[in-house]
C-alpha cells in the first residue's frame, strides 16, 4: 500500500498534535477552523449485538438535531450502539436508526441530548479532482483526527458516485465527514477492500440529503433481523486486525467466506492475520486459495513470497515476486523483495537490477522511507 500522503493536521482531543505551515497564513487559519469544528461534530461509534459483543466501530457526524450520519456497513446487524464525542466523557446510547441507504452505504442514527454544532452539507456535485479536502475521524480507535486530502478522481458505477482520494483512510474513520474549505460536508468516508488494497473514496453528500429527508419522518428502531454480507465482515475483519485483534479479525472472514467462498480477498486477508500469528503453513494454504481464485492476485504473491523468503526458500520466492511484478510491474516492494532474494542466492547483478527498480518506483511516489531503504541495500552491491 502507498503512504497515507500529505498531513497538513493532525487533531486530537488534546489538541493540535501538529500544524504544518502552507503558503498564506488566513489560509491556515481557515484550515485550522474547518479542524476544530469538524471534530466537534464528530463522534466514535461502538456497535454491539443484542448480547452485548462488539460487532464494529467507526465515525460519525452531527447532521441535525440529535442526528448522526454514518455508514450503513457501521451499524448493520446491530441491535444497540454507544456514540462519544471525541475528548469528551460522555457516552449516548443510541435510540435507533431512522433512515438507511443500502445501496450507498448510508445510515441515519437519532441520539437524544447530544450536544454540539451540526455540520453543514455542501452540494457534492461541485466537487472538481485535485480540490483540498478534509478528512475527520477516529483512525485505529484514536479519538478524534483531521487531516487534509485531495480529490484525485471521480467514479460512477452502477449509479453510484463516489470521490476517489489521496490519501489512506484507517479503520474507524470510515462513516467519518469529508469537508472542503468552506467547512461543508461534501462526502463521507468509505473503506472499500479490493485485490487486497485500501481503497479510499467518499460518498457524496447529495445522497445524505436524500436519506435526511426520510430520517425526519421515521421513529428510530433496530431491526429485529438484518443480514450482513460478506463485504461488510471484510471491512469488520479489517478493522480489527489493523488494531491487533487477530482472532476476531479471523471470525469476521471465516463469517465473510461462508456467505461468499469464492471472495478471494477475505482468504487473502485471512492469510495476513495468519502471517501475523506465525501460522505460516496456514497462510500460504489461504494465499493459493485466494490465487487460485484470482489468477492475477499481486498481493497474494507478494507476501506468499515473503513467507517463503522468511523460510529461506529463496528460489520459490522469486517465482511468487515475478508473478506478483507481472501481475503489477509497478509493485516495488516485490523488486525490493525479490532484489534481497537474489542477493541470497549470490546474484549481486540481478539484486542490484531489481533494487535500482525499487528505487526509481520510490522516487516516482515519493515513498521517502522506501527509498531509504533500497539505497542502504545499493551500498551492499556498490
Keep these: 500500500m502507498r503512504n497515507s500522503g500529505k498531513a497538513l493536521l493532525r487533531f486530537t482531543a488534546l489538541g493540535l498534535i501538529s500544524f504544518l505551515s502552507i503558503t498564506a497564513a488566513t489560509s491556515a487559519q481557515n484550515a485550522e477552523q474547518v479542524a476544530e469544528k469538524a471534530l466537534a461534530a464528530t463522534v466514535y461509534l461502538e456497535m454491539a449485538d443484542r448480547d452485548g459483543n462488539t460487532l464494529g466501530?467507526?465515525?460519525?457526524?452531527?447532521?441535525?438535531?440529535?442526528?448522526?450520519?454514518?455508514?450503513?456497513?457501521?451499524?448493520?446487524?446491530?441491535?444497540?450502539?454507544?456514540?462519544?464525542?471525541?475528548?469528551k466523557p460522555t457516552t449516548y446510547a443510541i435510540e435507533g436508526i431512522t433512515a438507511t441507504d443500502e445501496q450507498n452505504d448510508l445510515a441515519i442514527l437519532k441520539v437524544t441530548a447530544f450536544e454540539g454544532e451540526p455540520l453543514p452539507l455542501g452540494d457534492s456535485d461541485a466537487v472538481e479532482i485535485g480540490e483540498t479536502v478534509y478528512v475527520a475521524g477516529n483512525?485505529?480507535?484514536?479519538?478524534?483526527?483531521?487531516?487534509?486530502d485531495t480529490i484525485n478522481n471521480l467514479h460512477e458505477e452502477g449509479g453510484k458516485k463516489r470521490f476517489q482520494m489521496t490519501a489512506l483512510i484507517l479503520p474507524g474513520s470510515s462513516g467519518g465527514p469529508v469537508l472542503n474549505r468552506n467547512g461543508e460536508v461534501i462526502g463521507i468516508s468509505l473503506i472499500t477492500l479490493e485485490d487486497g488494497q485500501n481503497r479510499n473514496f467518499a460518498i457524496p453528500s447529495n445522497n445524505l440529503k436524500a436519506l435526511l429527508g426520510q430520517s425526519g419522518r421515521s421513529k428510530p428502531s433496530w431491526p429485529r433481523k438484518q443480514s450482513i454480507s460478506a463485504e461488510t465482515h471484510l471491512r469488520r475483519g479489517y478493522a480489527k486486525y489493523r488494531l491487533d485483534q487477530y482472532q476476531e479479525a479471523i471470525a469476521d472472514y471465516d463469517a465473510a467466506i461462508n456467505l461468499k467462498p469464492d471472495l478471494a480477498s477475505a482468504y487473502y486477508f485471512r492469510g495476513t492475520v495468519k502471517r501475523s500469528l506465525g501460522q505460516y503453513k496456514e497462510a500460504i494454504e489461504d494465499y493459493d486459495i485466494a490465487i487460485d481464485l484470482k489468477d492475477n492476485f499481486a498481493f497474494a504473491y507478494y507476501f506468499r513470497g515473503t513467507i517463503r523468503g522468511d523460510l529461506g526458500e529463496h528460489?520459490?520466492?522469486?517465482?511468487?515476486?515475478?508473478?506478483?511484478?507481472?501481475?503489477?510491474?509497478?509493485?516495488?516492494?516485490?523488486?525490493?523483495?525479490?532484489g534481497i532474494a537474489n542477493y541470497l542466492l549470490d546474484r549481486?547483478?540481478?539484486?542490484?537490477k531489481d533494487w535500482n527498480t525499487a528505487l526509481e518506483?520510490?522516487?516516482?511516489?515519493?515513498?521517502?522511507?522506501?527509498k531509504a531503504q533500497t539505497e542502504k541495500l545499493l551500498k551492499r552491491v556498490d
Excluded at 322 to 335: G, H, R, T, V, W
Design 57 to 87: 466501530f467507526g465515525s460519525g457526524f452531527l447532521v441535525g438535531s440529535s442526528q448522526i450520519a454514518t455508514n450503513f456497513h457501521v451499524v448493520v446487524g446491530a441491535a444497540k450502539g454507544t456514540a462519544k464525542l471525541a475528548g
Design 139 to 148: 483512525p485505529k480507535g484514536l479519538e478524534g483526527a483531521v487531516s487534509d
Design 315 to 338: 528460489f520459490i520466492a522469486i517465482q511468487d515476486y515475478n508473478k506478483a511484478i507481472d501481475a503489477n510491474p509497478d509493485y516495488a516492494f516485490a523488486y525490493l523483495r525479490r
Design 348 to 352: 549481486n547483478w540481478a539484486a542490484k
Design 361 to 370: 518506483l520510490a522516487e516516482q511516489t515519493g515513498n521517502k522511507r522506501l
